[in-house]
């Protein structure tokens, strides 16, 4: 009875803190929804380092009508805000049409308007390996490996063109101003959600197996203090019932 | 390595490579429309989603139309109409064809889900042939399919938005 007791009094002390965070941890959980923990997200640098979450690296940047188009991983963005998930890249190129902003990516064209809406997404004529994109007078020419291509006025399908192959050349990239470079440097770094985070820590996958490890054997802990906790309250129950 | 554990790991690879079959372009925009117009489409022509036209759209799909514009086919009777929505995650793209008010054709081009592709297949789509609008929802039910609900509800939600868009371009034609 007293090997017991001790026991139970020493794995309480040890369990007492991991019990503490899975249960507040797992509290926070259970209401993921209304708290929207899996839409905050975390940048603290010491936990991306932690992560080893890299930040995005900068791609191509094109101007186009006063706006900056670039790409930044696999996204694309317009000045500072971030383009729909329909439009990734590679980015190869941009220019202004019919009051729109034209982005040619490895998918199509896709077509924006100056705040950033998505107005439509062309596809690309059949077997087009595209390089880019030019203004030909009012027009717009696809410039591609195996040909040219040119955009009717309604933006919105292709004609084979005939003209000479060295006569246009795609509007090259330019390097993004200093500012908005730094800007989307930090706002393209992806962050850890919170739910991720209480997650890890709830299963103690924050610190690696070893975490994962000493989270089992608390949760073991934990189960074996109710099992001697409940024998000891029966025991002393037989106990104060004996004559 | 017993020939046992080799077929479990094979086994294995399998079934974690599953869940990724769904996933592909299985007919793209040109092929459809030449089906959709016996071999010679016509060009496109544009629908700008503006004013009461875009509020219907996000009444039929129950979120506003990812773009602002839908290019559509149109001869004569029959229009296509090359459409997209999210089926649980990834965009899920559509053709159907519209005739007379009916759809005359449904085919799943591009299926980005993980889950959900049986949509694809004709014994589902055949459903689609020949329904139409009542109101702005359609004058038929479409069994669903068992493990692929909400991809069933993203072609019936696109279904009804061809019809709607038939129905509009037929009441107020735009230039060529």
């Known amino acids: 009875m007293k090997h017991l007791h001790r026991t139970h009094r020493w794995l309480g002390l040890l369990a007492a803190l991991f019990a503490l965070e899975m249960a507040v941890t797992g509290l926070l959980l259970n209401h993921t929804d209304a708290l929207r923990l899996d839409e905050r997200h975390l940048h603290a640098p010491w936990l991306l380092r932690w992560y080893g979450i890299a930040p995005a690296a900068p791609g191509p940047a094109y101007p186009v009508a006063g706006h900056w188009l670039s790409q930044w991983g696999e996204r694309i963005f317009l000045d500072r805000r971030p383009l729909p998930p329909a439009v990734r890249g590679p980015l190869l190129g941009a220019v202004a049409a019919d009051g729109l902003l034209l982005a040619l990516t490895g998918q199509g064209v896709a077509l924006l308007t100056p ?125 104060r019932r004996r004559p | 390595m017993t020939t046992r554990h080799t077929a479990l790991l094979l086994l294995a690879a399998l079934l974690a490579a599953l869940p990724a079959w769904g996933k592909g372009t299985y007919l793209s925009e040109a092929a459809f429309l030449r089906q959709a117009f016996a071999g010679e489409p016509p060009p496109p022509r544009v629908l700008w989603l503006a004013g009461p036209l875009k509020e219907q759209v996000r009444r039929v799909l129950g979120h506003p139309y990812g773009r602002l514009r839908v290019r559509y086919w149109l001869r004569g009777p029959r229009s296509a109409w090359i459409l997209e929505e999210i089926g649980k995650e990834r965009p899920i793209t559509i053709g159907f064809a519209v005739e007379g008010g009916r759809i005359a054709l449904a085919h799943v081009l591009v299926f980005r889900e993980s889950r959900g592709d049986e949509i694809r297949h004709p014994a589902f789509t055949r459903q689609f042939h020949g329904a139409g609008l009542r109101g702005e929802a359609l004058d038929r039910p479409i069994d669903g399919i068992t493990g692929a609900t909400l991809s069933v509800r993203a072609m019936r939600r696109l279904a009804r938005l061809a019809l709607v868009l038939d129905r509009a371009v037929r009441q107020a034609p735009p230039a060529p």
Not at chain 1, 141 to 159: C, F, I, V, Y
Not at chain 1, 221 to 233: E, K, M, R, S
Request: contains cysteine; proline residues 9%.
């Open chain 1, 115 to 239: 705040d950033g809406a998505l107005a439509d997404v062309l596809p690309l004529p059949e077997g087009a390996c595209p390089r880019g994109l030019v203004r030909d007078g009012d027009g717009v020419l696809l410039l591609a490996e195996n040909g040219r291509w040119r955009l009717d006025g309604t933006l919105s399908h292709w004609a084979p063109c005939a003209c000479p192959a060295g006569a246009f050349a795609p509007v090259p990239p330019a390097p993004l101003p200093v500012g908005l470079r730094a800007a989307l440097a930090g706002a393209t770094t992806p962050g850890i959600a919170v739910e991720r985070l209480l997650l890890d820590l709830h299963s103690g996958r924050l610190w690696g197996r070893a975490g994962v490890w000493l989270m089992d054997a608390a949760a073991l802990a934990i189960a074996i203090l109710a099992l001697t906790g409940l024998t000891l309250w029966w025991r002393r129950g037989r106990r």
